[in-house]
């Protein structure tokens, strides 16, 4: 089974993130990544695959701080921009690895991508999607090199490995990689300084 994490990382002082995550009464591990740039990682629940980006669209609303929420597999990281609970970019690093096969009722193999399908006579989508470094420097810490910044977007992945090429996107940004490339039962984790557990319940 290969890498699957799913994070978020906010732009905010720590106060308004807590409070945030107490008013969703969320159950997350909260660590410091820059000066004032939190990784948020929510707690696993089966087979939720939208969980960082709920979290994202909401935690940009309660902290009125912009959000980015990572869904990270082996093959391909999907990256998602929120304001004030809003999505307003999305990055995903290869499209082609979103191509899914099915049969129509006629039998014909058809292709489609979230739900739509590609034209018979039309190539196979690939490459990245959104891969615009200005929606991202917002969220660095320092000065942020946007053409450093849009070469590691556009890729290729190093390695083939989307986790790879989330780290180097997180370094572009002057950001510590480790706590956003990591699911919440990590076991490294309770090595990160100044990690937080924070369950959004009173006391």
Known sequence: MGTNYQTVLLAA??????????ELRAEVLVAPVGAQRWAVIPRD?????SRAEVLG???SWRARCPALAFQVDSEVMLAQVFRNGRQNHEYVSDVAKLVEWSQDADGQFVRRIDGVVIAPEAPTPAG???ADP??????????????LLAGVLRGPAPHGSAPEQHVAILRALHLEPYPLTRGFHDPG???????RYLTGQPG
Do not use: H, I, M, T
């Not at 984790?189 to 990690?195: I, K």
């Open 57 to 59: 669209r909401q935690l």
């Open 134 to 147: 200005e929606p991202f420097v917002p969220f660095g810490a320092g000065l942020v090199d946007p053409e």
């Open 189 to 195: 984790l309770n090595q990160v300084p100044g990690l």
């Open 45 to 49: 629940r089966g087979d939720d695959a």
């Open 128 to 130: 990245p999607s959104g």
């Open 13 to 22: 002082e720590y106060p308004a993130v807590e409070r945030a995550v107490a």
